[in-house]
């Protein structure tokens, strides 16, 4: 692992593999930037007025929408949390009543209820046998794909298990079967490590895809997102939080996507073993080019050990 240098602009290029997702990354630092200097330039969110007394997603707005599945607490008109059922098994997480606030502005006592209200959804989808896997995923920003600011999350119940994903498990059963060790647990690099909570890890992996992706790992090896319970969503929900806040302050507010990447619903019990959900954040900071397009690999101009102790170094104002 490459040893880490503040802000350097005279660091080689290096070609690095994620057992993970078994994709190679080429890290390229632009010399005429330093990590720290990296902000976001996208445009605002779409329909940004704070006070759109359109926005069918906010508080007194709910006969504008699809078909409520449940809400938070359940039939209480003042509602913090919606979920809306879309076409099939595409569902839409309303994350607060209030049209302005952001997800990384709630309590963390609130994030984890979001969090808890994706386990509700996904426990009663998994009921359906034709569903193989669920996507739970936000898009923050109009560059990042938003259509709507009023802040939200989606899943999308799908009945076959994506080609990523299948990458995914197979190149995490491949590292166990050569090391005898989960990939996602062997992810503990202090150079790497942006902070950490009970029962969490929040680091930038190894051979990072993007500038300033974060990972939020669970401590204790665990295959399925849907199988944790109260108190481990609301400490998750405390290091989302500040992983949000630190994202924001360092990078103007960037567009991002947020992905919850965890195991098909039918795994086998021997993949258990290998297999490792974790919460994956993406800040839209670059464009993807015809190379990262055409070859399958990526650049990569922040080295990870860099934008790790970037973020780390993120006052974070109580």
């Known amino acids: 692992m490459a040893s880490s240098e503040s802000d350097s602009p005279t660091r080689s290029p290096q070609l690095r593999k994620d057992v993970i997702t078994n994709r190679w990354v080429i890290f390229s630092p632009a010399r005429a930037k330093r990590p720290s200097d990296f902000k976001s330039k996208s445009p605002a969110n779409p329909n940004p007025n704070p006070n759109n007394h359109q926005c069918p997603f906010c508080i007194g707005h709910e006969h504008q929408c699809a078909p409520e599945i449940f809400r938070l607490p359940p039939h ?96 995490m059963k491949e590292y166990f079967n050569q090391t005898g060790k989960c990939g996602i647990c062997e992810v503990n690099g202090q150079d790497l490590l942006v902070d950490a909570s009970t029962h969490f890890l929040s680091v930038v992996p190894y051979a990072a895809t993007f500038p300033f992706e974060i990972w939020i790992i669970p401590r204790d090896h665990s295959p399925h997102f849907h199988e944790i319970n109260d108190e481990k969503a609301l400490d998750l929900g405390g290091l989302l939080k500040l992983m949000l806040r630190k994202l924001s302050l360092q990078l103007d507010n960037p567009p991002f996507n947020l992905m919850i990447q965890t195991s098909p619903l039918q795994i086998n019990v021997s993949d258990t073993s290998h297999s490792h959900w974790f919460l994956q954040i993406v800040p839209q900071l670059t464009g993807v080019g015809g190379f990262e397009i055409g070859s399958g690999c990526y650049i990569n101009f922040v080295f990870p050990e860099d934008a790790a102790k970037v973020l780390r170094e993120v006052n974070v104002p109580e």
């Not at 302005?100 to 509700?120: C, F, M, R, T």
């Not at 359906?128 to 739970?136: A, G, H, N, P």
């Not at 920003?141 to 009023?150: D, E, L, N, V, Y």
């Open 76 to 171: 209480d008109p003042d509602w913090k949390i919606r979920a809306l059922d879309g076409v099939g098994f595409h569902d839409v997480v309303i994350e607060s009543p209030v049209h302005s606030v952001q997800l990384g502005d709630l309590s963390p006592l609130e994030i984890g209820q979001v969090i808890l209200a994706y386990k509700i959804r996904i426990q009663q989808i998994a009921s359906c046998e034709s569903i193989k896997y669920v996507q739970v995923f936000k898009n923050h920003g109009a560059s990042a794909g938003a259509s709507m600011s009023h802040s939200h999350s989606q899943m999308l119940a799908l009945p076959i298990v994506p080609p990523a994903v299948s990458t995914r498990v197979e190149s």
